[in-house]
């Protein structure tokens, strides 16, 4: 009977300490389930001039898409949520391909629905980014519904929308919330801009 | 003042405890020091032969006119995997680390017997090559766009770093996160030509 015991003992605890094994190896990110891939309904396409807004960047300004008009090319990049995986493994990756960016003339915002603390402790976390990364937090995630990335659950889309340097939209993407857009598509996009 | 004390009934559940303790860490320590659930033989899955003739002559490939090779094709003892992503800061970080202990093995002339490559699990051909060119990294570098080998591996966290026994494939040692130093890692490695045991 002790014997048993002890057996349950030992396969609850290991049961209990495994899944905190696999998982510590990504600090502090919360794994979120398999989502539904696109939940919401475009509400601009190619050809459009953007809709302008302003959002709090977590650099401490504010920061309003027709301030670039007439001097950069601006690719807004929606992400769903902070400290999730998939999330976590997109921005970090743009920081190499910064000199890609300034070729073009272009400058990425970074957008989440999320606080600006949140967004602040998350950044902090990765590393730092070289570009602006602005919240959608209040009113809750107005930029992201005047774009029509705003998912039912109340997160962004995993979403790209290029927008040149006269305010016009080039390029809209929105992928599966699952995965992460393939860089080459960014790139090709920022390629096919006009001179 | 309350005191603890402890009955003569209370001695068979320490007894359990303390025998319970060092079993459960043990199997901790196993599981943690393991790739996931995967075997400790490093998988057979063909990877393509480079297509740049440095790399080529690295692996020792001139010859070869196959377009794809197993792990044991190489002609050397051990190899020293990096699972990574272009997309990790962690790996962006440490790759300068890497490719000094690249540099290292050549200089100590080790580079016939320990060859080091990188595969990067959920990137695309062209991000991987960002990678390459962005930290001029001497050695292989494969795509695993579709997650193939990362399953196979036991889908671990990046950097993640295996030592393996070219002949055999036996993985002598796995590695989460930086490495450390790497003069010391390459002492760690060159044990292990010696014939230690990686313990």
């Known amino acids: 009977m002790r014997i048993l015991i002890s057996a349950k003992i030992l396969v609850l605890t290991v049961g209990l300490l495994f899944p905190l094994t696999a998982a510590s190896f990504i600090d502090g990110v919360y794994r979120s389930p398999e989502q539904k891939p696109v939940d919401s309904q475009l509400k601009v396409q190619v050809g459009d001039v953007s809709p302008d807004f302003t959002l709090p960047c977590i650099c401490g300004e504010d920061i309003t898409l027709s301030q670039y008009r007439g001097r950069k090319n601006v690719m807004l990049s929606f992400v769903p949520a902070a400290w999730t995986p998939v999330c976590s493994d997109q921005w970090p990756g743009y920081n190499i391909v910064e000199d890609y960016f300034a070729r073009h003339d272009a400058i990425i915002l970074g957008i989440s629905v999320d606080s600006v603390p949140t967004l602040y402790s998350w950044m902090q976390a990765m590393g730092g980014l070289w570009f602006p990364v602005l919240s959608d937090f209040w009113p809750h995630g107005e930029v992201a519904e005047k774009f029509g990335v705003l998912r039912t659950d109340g997160t962004a889309e995993r979403a790209v929308v290029l927008i040149d340097k006269q305010g016009v939209i080039r390029f809209v993407h929105v992928e599966d919330i699952n995965v992460r857009p393939r860089l080459e598509l960014l790139i090709n996009a920022l390629e096919d801009l006009p001179g | ?199």
């Open chain 2, 1 to 199: 003042m309350s005191t603890l004390k402890m009955g003569r009934s209370d001695l068979p559940s320490l007894k359990r405890v303390l025998i319970c303790v060092p079993v459960i860490l043990a199997v901790c320590l196993l599981i943690w020091n393991r790739p996931g659930f995967a075997a400790n033989i490093f998988p057979d899955l063909e990877l393509p032969v480079p297509d740049s003739p440095g790399q080529v002559e690295y692996l020792g490939f001139s010859d070869r006119m196959e377009k794809t090779f197993i792990l044991k094709d190489i002609n050397a003892q051990l190899a020293l995997v990096q699972i990574f992503s272009m997309y990790c800061p962690v790996c962006q970080r440490e790759a300068e680390t890497v490719n000094r202990l690249c540099h290292l093995i050549a200089e100590q002339g080790l580079e016939g017997q320990i060859k080091v490559l990188g595969i990067a699990p959920g990137n695309s051909e062209f991000e991987v090559s960002v990678f390459q060119d962005n930290y001029q990294i001497p050695f292989p570098l494969f795509p695993d766009p579709d997650f193939e080998w990362h399953k196979l591996i036991g889908e671990v966290g990046t950097p993640y770093f295996l030592t393996v026994r070219i002949s055999d494939g036996q993985i002598l040692k796995t590695h989460k996160g930086p490495f450390g130093p790497p003069q010391e890692f390459l002492e760690f490695l060159k044990k292990l030509l010696d014939g230690a045991d990686p313990a």
